[in-house]
């Protein structure tokens, strides 16, 4: 029984040795890239920090630059306030109201979106990760183009009574949850294993809001709406570099 006890305690100690062995905190840079019927492309500087006293699980901040693609799509009507009547964590979970929901047909998406992002990961062990990420405020930029009105639950027009209105990516990014937020915004889930000290392979999903602002305006509910907001799940590959 005693030997089995120093057994025990033996093995506990080696874990704890090994719990104790992450590190504090870190650095990365890193390149990822998200394909399917679309296109994404990202890198982000991130600082993470251990929490607690093993570090398996870390917090931290970061700055990402995320690009994305896409061809003959339909942007739908962005404001939470029209297509549910809620706002934040409501909206997140509340049905949409069809009636309001009016698509704009761009023929080629193209944003780049500059985001400081919240990080959150946990340490599976000294070789494997798992984390998730989102970006919480920054500001977007790329190309004006026309953009075609479908109205599919009424006749709505742009209140020039017009199908067709310039648009470009709206500026201003902010992380409000679920169709509350504004602009475009990156989040990912993913694992990383590290090949060596300063090398990673991440693989996960990428989750992108891509948002566009027409010139013109449209009448719905008592309200005017100009935001239009894209969405993409995408599979995500991407490398790392710590230090």
Do not use: H
């Amino acid at each position: 029984m005693k030997k089995i006890l120093v057994c025990l305690f033996l093995n506990f100690a080696a874990w704890q040795s090994f719990s104790q062995s992450f590190e504090k905190s870190y650095q990365t840079i890193d390149a990822g890239f998200a394909v399917g019927k679309s296109f994404s492309s990202a890198f982000s500087y991130t600082k993470m920090f251990g929490v607690g006293k093993t570090n398996r699980f870390k917090a931290g901040y970061g700055l990402r630059l995320s690009s994305f693609w896409a061809k003959d799509i339909e942007t739908r009507t962005a404001p939470a306030s029209l297509t549910s009547g809620k706002s934040s964590f409501a909206a997140l979970v509340s049905d949409d109201i069809i009636a309001n929901i009016d698509t704009l047909n761009l023929k080629n998406i193209q944003v780049n979106a500059l985001n400081v992002s919240i990080n959150l990961q946990y340490a599976i062990s000294t070789k494997l990760e798992a984390g998730i990420n989102i970006d919480a405020i920054g500001y977007t930029f790329g190309a004006k183009q026309n953009g075609t009105l479908i109205s599919k639950a009424s006749k709505r027009t742009f209140t020039d009574g017009s199908a067709i209105s310039e648009a470009k990516p709206t500026p201003f990014n902010l992380l409000l949850v679920s169709d509350s937020d504004l602009g475009s915004l990156n989040s990912e889930i993913f694992v990383r294993y590290w090949l060596n000290e300063n090398v990673g392979i991440r693989a996960g999903l990428s989750f992108m809001f891509s948002e566009y602002t027409s010139t013109k305006k449209v009448n719905v509910a008592n309200e005017q709406n100009d935001r239009w907001r894209y969405k993409s799940l995408l599979p995500l590959i991407a490398i790392s570099y710590k230090f």
